[in-house]
């Protein structure tokens, strides 16, 4: 017979792991309906050549395996699922730019604030 000892020690560990994977899954969803939002307000859009250029760039890279892919994302639901992907992928990029380019802006301010404080 074989006794396990520390049940209790499982018990909470299986609890915090339960309450990480809601705020993990709550993250995912607040984020996913931001990018969504965030993507409608600038008018980005997936068309349908992007998820075929993505298909065959996915289908390149598998090599041997390049029919099963094409094969795999003939499927409306697969198709779905890579148009979101390419959405918020485009998005991120839409927003990283668009950071970078207000960061770029914010440092010659800052050079002159500092220069004029200097002299």
Known sequence: MIVCGGGENLGHELQTLRQNSVVEADFQVRSGLLLL??????????QAADIDAEVERLAQGAGDYADQVRYMYAAPER????????????????????????????????????????G
Do not use: F, M, N, W
């Not at 939002?37 to 997936?46: D, L, R, S, T, W």
């Not at 198709?79 to 918020?88: G, H, I, Q, T």
């Open 37 to 46: 939002e965030v993507a409608k307000a600038v008018g980005i859009e997936v």
């Open 79 to 118: 198709r779905d699922e890579l148009s979101y992907s390419l959405l918020e992928d485009k998005t991120v990029a839409h927003l990283l730019q668009h950071a970078v380019e207000s960061e770029a802006a914010a440092v010659p301010d800052e050079a002159a604030s500092s220069t004029g404080a200097e």
